[in-house]
């Protein structure tokens, strides 16, 4: 985004949110307004309405994602749950905070609903970052976060958090995530590695596969030992090996 290009996601199934017409709408009553049943304020703590910027500053973020990244602009025209997190004035949530947030998603409508509490979530660091308002360091700590929240999430919604850990490596592990990043993961076995290993497929294929909401992460496997030739999964003995 900022010196760092476009951000593209995949593409995304628009039948499932209600379009809005920014043309016949006043912009601060979009971004004043509570969605009906909004989703996006279940997954926020107390109080129940985010704290709202004037409307100038909303659309001078919503101006920035527009001219910035042509499909979370769309998500922004589609989904007003978005909408609503690019007006949020608060802090971003940091690492318990996303966390917690995404096991709220996931365990009221599973990987579907945290796949797009990601992208909605997304929105909302990029809104920040396009409009100048974040440093560079703290985007990226907060995309790393993010994800980092989303694996956790979808791990304990498997049933999984027990038979697999999932390290992350590289930009991830680093917590320099940026748009365009995939995400380097390695998987060690903390009980039968049979079992972890398939909670590492599940897993890869609920993150990493394609849905109509998108392809929520590009996962890279690469760097575990052997490379693409290793075992997806190894014990912690034979990580010391």
Not at 91 to 107: C, I, K, V
Not at 212 to 224: P, S, T
Request: net charge negative; hydrophobic share 40%.
């Amino acid at each position: 985004m900022r010196a760092r290009g476009r951000t593209e996601e995949a593409s995304y199934e628009s039948a499932k949110f209600r379009s809005i017409d920014l043309r016949r709408e006043p912009l601060s009553e979009l971004c004043v307004r509570e969605p009906k049943e909004s989703r996006a304020f279940a997954h926020t703590r107390p109080p129940a309405r985010l704290p709202v910027m004037q409307p100038d500053q909303v659309k001078r973020r919503l101006d920035a994602v527009e001219a910035g990244s042509r499909t979370l602009a769309q998500l922004l025209e589609q989904d007003d749950e978005a909408r609503a997190l690019v007006a949020n004035g608060a802090p971003l949530p940091g690492p318990q905070g996303y966390l917690e947030l995404a096991r709220t998603a996931a365990s009221s409508g599973g990987n579907q609903e945290l796949r797009l509490f990601k992208r909605r979530r997304l929105a909302e660091i990029a809104a920040r970052d396009l409009a100048g308002e974040a440093p560079v360091e703290d985007v990226c700590r907060a995309l790393a976060d993010l994800a980092a929240a989303v694996l956790h999430a979808a791990l304990e919604s498997m049933d999984a958090a027990d038979e697999v850990a999932v390290i992350g490596m590289g930009k991830l592990g680093g917590r320099e995530l940026n748009y365009s990043s995939d995400i380097d993961l390695m998987f060690a076995s903390v009980g039968d590695v049979s079992v972890g290993a398939r909670a590492a497929e599940r897993l890869l294929e609920e993150l990493g596969g394609f849905s109509e909401q998108g392809q929520a992460y590009r996962i890279d496997l690469n760097l575990r030992p052997e490379g693409r030739s290793g075992a997806l999964v190894r014990s912690v003995d034979a990580y010391l090996e």
